[in-house]
């Protein structure tokens, strides 16, 4: 199964997952209430199909629902079922399901089926609809559209169930994905429409980027550390219910993250590490700026601008 496939748009429009344009799709955008004619059952002659080449983009949430289905920690899930890709230009690290080694077939699949049917990504969760968020010329909101996307094995078009957006989503269990996954798309758009005016994010928020969003039994570790707990204030009850609850660490994951990479302060931290921090990051710079200056013998423009 690929991921939903996204029609060519304008620049306000932003996929939400990265999608190789290999099959057809039928631009027409579809809203909540139209509706639709597809169905997928285990009769179906094109059965398993769309599992046997896939391209599957990975959310946080699927990744910890696939790995407590396994009973494995995010790491060794990552380490198994995953590979990596580039999220954009800058380097954010992605997230696909890594197929069978002598196929590209899905590990999960099997001759009845999906075998992780209940905790399956939110990709084939979606398919055969596409979705996109929108943001219309006159307004600043974003705006979910959806659109069919009909690839020439998939027989399911074909079946005589018709049903809306709505109703097919909720069979899908599409809605609980969505909602746990929203913030983290949130990051993604934001950090794609920034561009270049935010610049390149450092080596280090890129490695807080993917521990935040993939790894979460890591990141759980993580604040619990002497280092997390140096530059934020989490009062005990608070550490405490993010041990137990994952998708409360989901949620503070994200905070952390808006905060890591755009500043939104939404975690207390403490002033004088921060100064602290700050200090010692911009020690490092000057630093590194008069060894680059002796190292490639540059004129130093600060000196020219003194003399
Ligand atoms: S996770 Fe399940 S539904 Fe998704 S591609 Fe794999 S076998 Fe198919
Ligand atoms: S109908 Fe489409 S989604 Fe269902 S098994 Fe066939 S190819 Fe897959």
Redesign the pocket.
């Known amino acids: 199964?690929s991921d939903s496939k996204t029609p060519q748009g304008d620049a306000s429009v932003f996929a939400k997952f990265d999608i190789p344009h290999t099959s057809p799709v039928t631009p027409v955008q579809l809203g909540l209430d139209d509706m639709i004619q597809f169905d997928?059952h285990k009769g179906?002659s094109?059965?398993?199909?769309?599992?046997k080449n896939i391209d599957i983009t990975l959310t946080p949430y699927d990744i910890l629902r696939l790995s407590r289905r396994m009973g494995i920690p995010t790491w060794e899930f990552l380490l198994k079922y995953t590979m990596h890709y580039d999220l954009d230009a800058h380097g954010m690290p992605g997230m696909k399901l890594r197929p069978q080694e002598e196929s590209p077939a899905c590990q999960f699949l099997t001759a009845q089926g999906c075998s992780v049917y209940d905790d399956r990504p939110t990709a084939c969760r979606y398919?055969?609809l596409g979705t996109m968020e929108l943001r219309r010329k006159e307004s600043d909101a974003l705006e979910d559209v959806y659109f069919l996307v009909k690839e020439e094995?998939?027989?399911?078009h074909e079946e005589p169930r018709t049903l809306t957006v709505r109703d097919y989503r909720r069979e899908q269990g599409v809605e609980e994905y969505d909602a746990l996954n929203r913030n983290w798309i949130d990051i993604i758009i934001k950090k794609r429409s920034s561009g270049p005016t935010v610049g390149a994010p450092s080596q280090r928020s890129l490695q807080l980027f993917a521990l935040a969003s993939y790894d979460l039994d890591a990141f759980r570790e993580f604040i619990s550390s002497d280092s997390f707990q140096t530059m934020f204030v989490l009062k005990a009850d608070e550490l405490s219910a993010l041990q137990q609850d994952d998708t409360a660490l989901l949620s503070f994951a994200t905070r952390f993250l808006k905060q890591v990479l755009f500043g939104e302060r939404s975690i207390a931290q403490r002033e004088e590490a921060v100064r602290e921090r700050y200090a010692q990051r911009k020690d490092i710079i000057e630093r590194r700026y008069q060894d680059d200056v002796e190292r490639h013998r540059l004129r130093d423009p600060l000196e020219d601008a003194e003399s």
């Not at 094109?46 to 599992?51: E, L, Q």
């Open positions: 199964m997928c179906i094109c059965f398993n199909a769309c599992c398919y055969a094995h998939c027989k399911g």
